[in-house]
């Protein structure tokens, strides 16, 4: 589980960087990040990093079409993470604890 969290707080402080350069480009009319490229970061984990980035940025947090999209992410990653958990499914990459 330390290995899990510490794979999202990583994310997570990567996923807001990049939300705080896309916003930072959006309001220098410089070229923006992809919604696909903060919608994969979120989906690796990066989400709740994304989510602080929404609320405290205001950033992506208004446009109905990437919201609906980026709560689809934080789904699809929540259901991987029980299903790991639980052993319903396994990553070989990944380290196994020993649960007990």
Same mark, same amino acid.
């Given at each position: 589980?330390?290995?899990a969290? %510490?794979?999202?707080?990583?994310?997570? %402080?990567?996923?807001?960087?990049?939300?705080?350069?896309?916003?930072?480009? %959006? &309001?220098?009319? &410089? &070229? &923006?990040?992809?919604?696909?490229? +903060?919608?994969?970061?979120?989906?690796?984990?990066?989400? *709740?990093?994304?989510?602080?980035?929404?609320?405290?940025?205001?950033?992506?947090?208004?446009?109905?079409?990437?919201?609906?999209?980026?709560?689809?992410?934080?789904v699809?990653?929540?259901?991987?993470?029980?299903? +790991?958990?639980?052993?319903?499914?396994?990553?070989?990459?990944? *380290?196994?604890?020993?649960?007990?």
């Amino acid at each position: 589980m330390l290995f899990a969290a %510490a794979l999202y707080a990583i994310a997570s %402080a990567v996923c807001f960087i990049a939300y705080a350069l896309d916003k930072s480009a %959006a &309001r220098q009319g &410089r &070229r &923006r990040t992809p919604e696909r490229t +903060l919608l994969l970061i979120g989906l690796a984990g990066g989400w *709740p990093g994304a989510f602080a980035a929404q609320q405290l940025l205001r950033h992506k947090s208004s446009k109905t079409s990437f919201l609906v999209k980026f709560w689809f992410t934080v789904v699809l990653n929540l259901a991987v993470l029980v299903a +790991l958990q639980a052993g319903w499914i396994s990553l070989g990459w990944l *380290p196994v604890l020993p649960k007990g």
